[in-house]
């Protein structure tokens, strides 16, 4: 009985890979390519030829073939799956931008080279890169518009009458600045997740210096978590106005403040922050809301951890300690 399907019978694998939508190769043990199918010959305007061993890195982009080298050889070394993204020139001088994947294959138990397939991805780094010149502009108009916030407050502190009045004034001023911290850092990401433990660091060591003009005195124990920008935004909120408070009611501006990120088992993360300060009143210690209290700005905190579905807990120990829970989402 004849297994096999009507429509295959027949058609042998170069038909198949010539008429496939994609550039596809074939390598032998040696890391010399042996193979190319038609849309990579076409691609390129050669002949099996002139892209046998290693003649179709003559058309990969300069700047590119140091690195191309260096991860074929690699992958040959460990026998394993690699991918890489380069620039190839096409038949009438053009480069385009290729994701190339490669797989070794085995015959018999023995490892007999490696198959590959490349993807035009320019429409994709093209995309990519006016993105990034439109995330650019946005971010600058958003630091002017911050700093022309900033000088208009300047202006009102000079005319406000009262300690009170100017101090609330200062710190407005301050969260504003935040704002604009929080925003520098959050331009800095290549990808839609930030990761905490190299975000939060840096927000509060721009907090402190902001206050202190020193941030020596922070000390971090971190673990890689990554969210989303919404959620750094408002997690980078918190961590300002908590820093700025330690600074306030600390013992000492010497004295150390401790950041740490900690992340546990089920997808719960836990966020702290201690500072050697004179601690909170009893009344604010434990997890109950605080709407609405100006003291060491606890209202706005908690208005923030409940945006992004974070508990608040307070609790003194050689001074305040905050701890910041959250769970993980896809």
């Keep these: ?147 022309l916030i900033i000088s208009f407050m300047q202006l009102s502190l000079l005319k406000a009458e009262g300690e009170e009045a100017k101090a609330l004034m200062r710190d407005a001023m301050n969260r504003v600045q935040g704002v604009g911290v929080i925003q520098a850092e959050l331009h800095k990401a290549v990808t839609g997740k930030i990761d905490l433990a190299v975000y939060l660091p840096n927000l509060a060591r721009a907090a402190l210096t902001a206050e202190t003009g020193d941030a020596t005195a922070l000390e971090v124990d971190v673990k890689s978590v990554h969210v989303t920008m919404q959620f750094a935004s408002d997690i980078g909120l918190i961590v300002n106005e908590l820093m700025t408070n330690t600074v306030k009611h600390g013992s000492s501006r010497t004295s150390p403040v401790e950041l740490s990120i900690r992340k546990e088992a089920d997808r719960e993360v836990e966020i702290v922050i201690a500072d050697h300060g004179v601690g909170f009143e009893q009344r604010q210690v434990g997890n109950q809301p605080t709407k609405g209290s100006r003291l060491r700005g606890l209202g706005l905190v908690d208005a923030l951890a409940s945006r992004c579905k974070a508990t608040v807990t307070r609790e003194n120990s050689n001074g305040a300690l905050t701890r910041i829970r959250f769970s993980l989402l896809d």
């Design 1 to 147: 009985m004849n297994d096999e399907s009507p429509e295959l019978a027949g058609i042998d694998f170069e038909e198949l890979a010539d008429n496939a939508p994609v550039m596809i190769w074939r390598s032998r043990t040696d890391q010399l390519c042996d193979w190319f199918n038609k849309p990579w010959r076409e691609f390129s305007g050669r002949s099996l030829e002139e892209l046998y061993g290693s003649g179709w890195l003559q058309d990969v982009h300069p700047e590119d073939q140091a690195l191309c080298q260096l991860v074929f050889t690699n992958a040959f070394a460990v026998r394993e799956l690699f991918s890489m993204r380069y620039r190839m020139r096409r038949h009438d001088g053009v480069y385009r931008w290729f994701l190339n994947n490669g797989r070794p294959y085995f015959r018999e138990g023995e490892f007999s080279g490696f198959f590959g397939t490349c993807i035009d991805i320019t429409d994709e780094k093209e995309m990519e890169a006016y993105q990034k010149v439109l995330l650019a502009e946005l971010n600058h108009r958003v630091k002017n518009n911050l700093q």
